[in-house]
């Protein structure tokens, strides 16, 4: 069992910033891609940005890119998302996803935590 756990969602000004934490935990033996993706209200789950173990980046595209930092901490199977310059488009609720192997040789799985709400106001 593989819990995901997403905090440091909240009401934000336009303009300001949050940073959203989370972390993996329960019967990992690896973590491959760890990832943030949002869902605004009336659209589809998209991909923010995505951060390998070994640290590579990818960003949706370049206006989250400017603003928004994607890290990670090994140790504590954890990935944050440092978000600057916050605008009221990037309201959405925001889930993790850990691309996790449970035990050596085992197929990789995708699991996502609950979900945390980011609300910029104008």
């Known amino acids: 069992q593989v819990q995901v756990v997403e905090s440091g969602g909240g009401l934000v000004q336009a303009g300001g910033s949050l940073r959203l934490s989370c972390a993996a935990s329960g019967s990992i033996f690896s973590i491959n891609d760890m990832g943030w993706y949002r869902q605004a209200p009336g659209k589809q789950r998209e991909l923010v940005a995505t951060i390998t173990s070994g640290g590579t980046t990818n960003y949706a595209d370049s206006s989250v890119k400017d603003r928004f930092t994607i890290s990670r901490d090994n140790a504590k199977n954890t990935v944050y998302l440092q978000m600057n310059s916050l605008k009221p488009e990037d309201t959405a609720v925001y889930y993790c996803?850990?691309?996790?192997?449970?035990?050596?040789?085992?197929?990789?799985?995708?699991?996502w935590g609950q979900g945390t709400q980011v609300t910029v106001s104008s």
């Open positions: 996803n850990a691309v996790v192997a449970t035990m050596p040789l085992a197929t990789w799985h995708d699991y």
